[in-house]
């Protein structure tokens, strides 16, 4: 292997040898993929009428004249099929694993939303499909569980280490060093082994190239400020990217959960308690203990419930080129209830993290500002969640008489 | 020097045995025991894992040893302090075996300098290939310790050269794709592949994954230098008790 992925310090490759070959086998189709202009035209092709591309902005008014600072223009990237910013990259990996002969892929999914993009675009290209989710995420992301199953994959529940996003990760990868001959591994953020760093980023980049292109024509002028939240990165690298030339402060928004002093979250890069370490196959932040042992973490948004951050990310903040901060699950919810009221928005509590770090700086900006959310994902998924977090009587009486119904 | 011992011994024997274990599974002072009736039954080197919460290449045995290693409350002080009592009271060959974040966590070269003032010999660290691995060797060389780096079935002809380059001690040969832990057929694919492994390095050669009862090694008798027992000690320890793996291990050969 020649290019090994390193971004500043961060990234790399460091997997059990049986699996180099077929690392090394990606790196070339993707290389190739790269190099062929025929590639990412049959990907535009997709995106565009598999799914909705080019996703819009749209200018939130209400939100806009709540705060009375910046005007807030939100990147519409619930609008793709299957409600999130995923099948950016899954349909490009899919497009690989076609040119790579494959015939079954795997993943791991922590809301669900890659998890479903996978088994969508598996059924849409006749491979099997197999989907690691930790058990935690099975029982708090159900909606997504039934889609999957509906898409033909098959959902496995991990019940090892803590249970979630990490820990299906890891069971994706034993999965993937038996299997590999047959099998394509669809990991579904910008970390993990070299070239899934890049390679996601690569898909995910639309976002970013759409988003500058859009608020250019329509507006005459760049965002002062853009936002993504913050999960393994991948939606984060997709907008930044197509901003990292331009005077634009780029807003990465972490899982601050119960508060960075509580013990309880996620935040790798913007609490103090992140250090750098190697797991999962690559070099970045993690939240560890002073042994290496990996800690457990918490978030309300199963998507943002991560131990690790793309090793670009961690390089492009330690340039000060991305300003990392931490929303708490009290803001988000705040924030989620806020867009939904004003706008008529359902964002994923992932993207809420987002939205929620905006309205806390907003006021400060100037009207003639602009900035830029991304609402990476839609909150559909999160039916139970939110249904919870504001005690909703009506869907509670819905859900026991139901049960009653199945019961009987 | 590890691979001088390892040439001796195999003057007398045709194949030698290396085992494996947890450390702190079930707890510190089974281990003790265990490695006791292991070197008393013949065992020639041994490799101590220090648990590590991703335990990417281990199956799902091993895995939960790991786990639950790590839920008593055993860290990475409480293994080197073991390993000092086991190097001083056991004349055989002792090598560490951990994913890298242990050592990386640690500091590289701290943790090379600490195994070799407990008589380590060497160390296995399954998510360590040569390329990201400089630091690592450099300390090793320093303290003359015997890096071990690992082939497998889907390493090219090429690449076994490369990563003899750095190996030192001997080559761990992964018998098969997958985790520790599933069964390995023990045939003619597997003959095929030492031989390739035999032309690519002038090392001794240890074969683990699968090996789990006389007639596996019986079959690696001439085709490999040391065959590996992983995960059937951890299970017959589970299920037949510590009393049991002494036997278990005399029955091996
Ligand atoms: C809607 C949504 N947004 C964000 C994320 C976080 O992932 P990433 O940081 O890779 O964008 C997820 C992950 O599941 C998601 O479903």
Redesign the pocket.
Known sequence: MINRGYYGKFGGAFMPEILTATVDELVKAFEAAKNDPSFWKEYMYIMSTYSCRPTPITFAENLTRHFGGARIYIKR?DLNHT????VNNVMGQGLLVKRMGKTRVIAE??????GVATATMAAKYGFKCTIYMGEVDVARQRPNVFWMERLGAEVVPVRKGTRILKDAINEAFRDWVTSMDDTHYVL???CGPHPFPEM?SYFQSIIGKEARRQILEQKGKLPVRVY?????????M?IFSGFFNDPVELVGVEAGGKGLDSGRHAARLASKKGSVGVAQGYKTYFLQDSDGQMKETYSV????DYVGV?PILASLREEGRIRFEATTDREVLDAFSLTIEKEGLVP?L??AHAFAQAFKEISDLSKDDIVLINQ???GDKDIFTIADAFADQNWRKFIKKKAEEYRA | MLETYLRKRLEKKNILLMTHIVLGYPSFEDCFRIIQAMVAAGVDLMELQIPFSEPIADGSVILHANQKALANGVTIQGCLDFVQKVTHAFDIPFLIMSYYNIFFRYGVRDFVSAMSQRGLQGAIIPDLPPEEGKDYFNAMREHKLAPIFIYSPTTPDQRMKYIASFARGFIYCVARKGVTGKTTSFSGALTKYLARCRKATNLPLALGFGVKEKADIDYLEGKADIAVVGTQTIRIMENEGIASVGDFILNLR
């Open positions: 990237e409600g999130a910013h995923k999914t922590g809301a669900g939303q890659h579904g953020t910008a996601v993504a939240c913050v999960g393994g990165g991948s939606n984060a997709g948004a199963a998507g943002l793309s994923a992932e993207s990476s994902g839609r």
